[in-house]
């Protein structure tokens, strides 16, 4: 079989050791938090020619959306060196420390700047890496609806029944962290996904219970998903390949 793709993984910041082994053993989707981390993938993609990567500015990230035109410029230029667009989205945690009056103000501008990448994405027809949590995905889901987006991944995605209705009903994709491995909380949230638009991510070097996220953890990922689908490890190995393979057109 192919290597396994990680579809969400801030390669980055990994060690040069961690890298040089997820390379060598998986396919990874490099995902950008802002300028810097934009131009470190693109230094990366050429080190690795096997490494796929998206540029973007980390919806959290509230002090990076002043980087917007500096990375929406890198887009541009190296458009054909881009699986995607990401880790764009809307600002989530970062709000919730936040007083009544600043969180609409930052979530206003979190839709703006969400806005202008939904609309660089739809002119030079890349696929989304997206981090969205809850309600607030609806208004997400506008955007991709108003620029007839296609080709979206909603990584580690937590939200309602009707929300991931919306998703699969639009032909979109959600994609799992390992952290199922021990929540029970988010297991439960994950039997919501239909089985056929799962993929697999480590949103490595995130700690899963103080162990580095890294692409390898898939594997169990994989294997916890099977247990709460009661299906093989096989079938989901496949759909989530298949389904990488839609969103990011990785040959
Ligand atoms: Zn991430």
Same mark, same amino acid.
């Given at each position: 079989?192919?290597?396994?793709?990680?579809?969400?993984?801030?390669?980055?910041?990994?060690?040069?050791?961690?890298?040089?082994?997820?390379?060598?053993?998986?396919?990874?989707?490099?995902?950008?938090?802002?300028?810097?981390?934009?131009?470190?993938?693109?230094?990366?993609?050429?080190?690795?020619?096997?490494?796929?990567?998206?540029?973007?500015?980390?919806?959290?990230?509230?002090?990076?959306?002043?980087?917007?035109?500096?990375?929406?410029?890198?887009?541009?230029?190296?458009?054909?060196?881009?699986? @995607?667009? @990401?880790?764009?989205?809307?600002?989530?945690?970062?709000?919730?420390?936040?007083?009544?009056?600043?969180?609409?103000?930052?979530?206003?501008?979190?839709?703006?700047?969400?806005?202008?990448?939904?609309?660089?994405?739809?002119?030079?027809?890349?696929?989304?890496?997206?981090?969205?949590?809850?309600?607030?995905?609806?208004?997400?889901?506008?955007?991709?609806?108003?620029?007839?987006?296609?080709?979206?991944?909603?990584?580690?995605?937590?939200?309602?029944?009707?929300?991931?209705?919306?998703?699969?009903?639009?032909?979109?994709?959600?994609?799992?962290?390992?952290?199922?491995?021990?929540?029970?909380?988010?297991?439960?949230?994950?039997?919501?996904?239909?089985?056929?638009?799962?993929?697999?991510?480590?949103?490595?070097?995130?700690?899963?219970?103080?162990?580095? @996220?890294?692409?390898?953890?898939?594997?169990?990922?994989?294997?916890?998903?099977?247990?709460?689908?009661?299906?093989?490890?096989?079938?989901?190995?496949?759909?989530?390949?298949?389904?990488?393979?839609?969103?990011?057109?990785?040959?």
């Amino acid at each position: 079989m192919a290597k396994i793709i990680d579809n969400h993984c801030h390669f980055e910041q990994l060690t040069k050791r961690e890298q040089k082994q997820a390379i060598a053993n998986y396919q990874v989707v490099g995902v950008a938090s802002d300028y810097q981390s934009s131009l470190q993938l693109l230094a990366l993609k050429k080190e690795y020619n096997d490494l796929s990567i998206c540029l973007g500015i980390h919806p959290e990230r509230i002090n990076n959306y002043t980087d917007f035109l500096m990375v929406a410029e890198l887009i541009e230029t190296h458009c054909h060196q881009l699986v @995607g667009i @990401g880790e764009i989205g809307l600002p989530y945690f970062s709000l919730l420390k936040m007083s009544r009056a600043e969180q609409v103000r930052f979530s206003q501008q979190g839709l703006i700047l969400f806005e202008k990448f939904v609309k660089l994405a739809a002119k030079l027809d890349q696929a989304l890496n997206l981090h969205c949590v809850g309600d607030d995905t609806w208004q997400a889901i506008s955007y991709l609806e108003r620029y007839r987006i296609k080709n979206v991944l909603f990584h580690w995605f937590a939200g309602s029944h009707e929300l991931i209705a919306a998703i699969y009903e639009k032909g979109w994709f959600i994609s799992v962290s390992p952290e199922v491995i021990t929540n029970i909380k988010y297991q439960n949230q994950v039997k919501m996904i239909p089985k056929e638009i799962l993929c697999l991510e480590s949103d490595g070097p995130w700690l899963y219970q103080g162990q580095r @996220g890294i692409p390898e953890m898939m594997i169990a990922t994989a294997q916890k998903i099977a247990l709460l689908f009661n299906c093989s490890l096989s079938e989901i190995l496949q759909t989530s390949q298949r389904n990488a393979h839609q969103i990011w057109r990785i040959k």
